[in-house]
């Protein structure tokens, strides 16, 4: 007979006992009447970083007839999304594998994140004073961006951010996802003016994921970032409707993320929205860094072509590249674009 089951709580005290309550270990379930597989899901909770593999305890245990065989597999959304790997590929569990006397045939998932997620943002709002926007981010936490008109004053009344002045209300926000597979992910949405509406609606859309997105800033005398801050939250597919009326009931309390930045600390914002029943999985700082180099330059020259890099050569005698994200500057001499000319003509 094919069943899954709890493991025994003798099992549970060797295994688990440390880690999660027996009461967390949930029996797998199909997500929808016509679903391929059944889903297990993690008793424990956990932080993959990119690279790191882990092997996860199920809790369940599965019985079947003696010439069957389950196979483990990752969901298709996993990998496409997340880059989330089984490291075994396929996991096979045997019919004997059930009730072995070692560990009465508990399964164990070992899974790794093979992501090295690069983020493009453009936001073009058509009509915005600060131009077109563009930011670059990775999953190690490390961002850069620019804007076409950093000198525009962009501030309001209260010391924020004059959203529809600044960004504009009647262009795109373009997001662009490198999970380093064979093909990059790219969506629109239209862009009013309003950074957090139009992320809420891209989460909804692009990635039918319910989501409300908070987005603060406050802007100093001097048209620099005082503070600034943000916070995503993101329904579970099996969200309970307690859980929804509770988040609307916050949501609705708490309307002006800029006051909250100002007031408090995000601990504290934490505990605002949550009280104390939440878990903090992972902290990691955010930092400024452009990858740009000389030699990432002498490639895009390359781009130019043999006619005008040979009208520079011969003009100029010398080319300055700056880079928009961090102003750095590259002099090529015309002994150096001569080098890159050769190349060119081979």
Known sequence: MRKFELISKEQYEKDLKDICEYSDIEIPTRSTKHSAGYDFKSPISFTLNPGDSKKVPTGIKASMNEDEFLAILVRSSMGFKYNIRL???????????????????????????EGKEALTIKINGGNGQVGNIIVDANSKGEARGYV????????????????????GTEGMIDVIKDLKLKDIFTSSVTCTGDLASDFTY?????????????LGILIDVDNTCKLSGGMIIQLLPNASENTICYLENVISKYTSFNDLLEKYSLDEILKLFFNDDYEVLETKEVSFKCPCSKHNFSKALITLGEKDLQEIIEEDHKIEAVCHYCGEKYLFNEDELKVILNKIKK
């Open 148 to 167: 076409d008109n950093p000198s525009v004053s962009i501030v309001n009344n209260s010391g924020g951010m004059n959203d529809y002045y600044a960004i």
């Open 202 to 214: 891209y989460f909804y859309e692009s990635e039918q994921t319910n989501s409300v997105v908070y």
């Open 87 to 113: 490291c075994n590929q396929v996991g096979i569990v045997d019919s004997d594998y059930y009730n072995n006397p070692d560990n009465e045939g508990h399964i164990f998932i070992k899974i790794q994140n």
